[in-house]
């Protein structure tokens, strides 16, 4: 899940500080969730899914189908 969340803003052209201002955050405490060292709450796994617009399944690793609705 972790790997996931880093390669979706990666391929967004995105950085943690653009991601964890979206998010109402520090840029540390994001951080901390790209690299597994905090486990991500619902919510903010919610909020992402949303940004991305993809599923939750998805950045949970529960499906390799990054598509939202299929």
């Not at 790209?34 to 939750?56: C, F, H, M, W």
């Amino acid at each position: 899940m972790y790997k996931r969340i880093r390669e979706l803003r990666e391929d967004h052209d995105l950085t943690q500080s653009q991601i964890s201002k979206y998010l109402n955050m520090s840029q540390t405490g994001y951080s901390k969730y790209e690299t597994g060292e905090n486990d991500i709450p619902t919510k903010i796994l919610i909020e992402l899914a949303k940004y991305y617009n993809t599923s939750v399944d998805y950045l949970l690793g529960l499906t390799d189908n990054p598509n939202r609705y299929s």
